[in-house]
């Protein structure tokens, strides 16, 4: 009786020192909490595909991707956490209650939703 996986991405839009930062949507799961923006993988799709396209249907912005910053497992859930910039469009708010910048020494000061806590430290930690 294998679990099955739910791939999902997150990206990681960096602008110079801050960090994009989305807080959840009330009535969803872990409404009020911080997350990086992202989503479900479709069928045929790539990582990258798909969080190109989150960001997109999200944000309205489009990402290119920089790099894989990390693969995390969570339960059911299998999350690529890419690093990522904006290279067109203006950020618009569709979906999340609210959309913040901010440094990497600001990320403890928010909740995040319990599947970003380790790549919050990991950000934390980072040198790049």
């Known amino acids: 009786y294998g ?3 739910t791939e999902v991405t997150a990206a990681i839009i960096k602008d110079d020192d801050k960090i994009l930062i989305c807080q959840r949507p009330k009535g969803k799961r872990f ?3 911080w997350e990086f ?12 595909e798909c969080v190109i396209r989150e960001c997109y249907e999200e944000l309205g912005i489009t990402i290119k991707t920089d790099k894989l910053f990390a693969d995390i497992t969570k339960e059911d859930l299998h999350i ?6 904006i290279v067109c469009g203006v ?3 569709k979906e999340h209650q609210n959309l913040c910048w901010i440094t990497k020494e600001k990320l403890l000061d928010y909740t995040f939703c319990p599947a970003d806590t380790e ?3 990991m950000l934390k930690n980072d040198c790049e």
């Open 3 to 5: 679990v099955s996986m």
């Open 31 to 33: 409404a009020d909490m």
């Open 37 to 48: 923006p992202g989503g479900k993988t479709e069928p045929g799709e790539t990582a990258e």
């Open 80 to 85: 690529s956490f890419f690093i990522c910039r």
């Open 91 to 93: 950020i618009s708010q």
């Open 119 to 121: 790549i919050v430290e």
